[in-house]
């Protein structure tokens, strides 16, 4: 049975950092690249970033570049993303999921649906 499971969220106040953890379990982590996406009260699911099987290649999004960095480690199967400057916009529950059928980040990554995903995090950002 496949589990991935995000924590480490939380309320920060804007200007501040978090760093999520998310850690799969019942799949061969190395065959997938790994995303991570967020969705916002009354908003669409937003992927955020994505990282190919082997940490060399990432793509983050626009609203998130320059501010936020993903990385992971295979030996320990997490997946590690760092949010820094954060803005209240970025308020949301965040996700992480293995994406099926991708090892690298290609264009379509952001709108992969069928992927094992993790139950969120919330981040709540204060002004």
């Known amino acids: 049975q496949v589990q991935v499971v995000e924590s480490g969220g939380g309320l920060v106040q804007t200007g501040g950092s978090l760093r999520l953890s998310c850690t799969a379990s019942?799949?061969?982590?190395?065959?997938?690249?790994m995303g991570w996406f967020r969705q916002a009260p009354g908003k669409e699911r937003e992927g955020i970033s994505c990282?190919?099987?082997?940490?060399?290649?990432?793509d983050y999004a626009a609203s998130v570049k320059g501010r936020f960095a993903i990385s992971r480690d295979n030996n320990k199967n997490t997946l590690d993303p760092q949010m820094n400057t954060l803005k209240p916009d970025d308020t949301a529950t965040y996700y992480c999921?293995?994406?099926?059928?991708?090892?690298?980040?290609?264009?379509?990554?952001?709108?992969?649906?069928?992927?094992?995903w993790g139950q969120g995090t919330q981040v709540t950002v204060s002004s």
């Open positions: 990282i190919s099987w082997n940490g060399g290649g990432t």
């Open positions: 999921a293995a994406l099926a059928g991708y090892r690298y980040c290609s264009s379509s990554w952001s709108k992969s649906g069928n992927n094992y």
């Open positions: 019942g799949l061969t982590f190395d065959a997938y690249a």
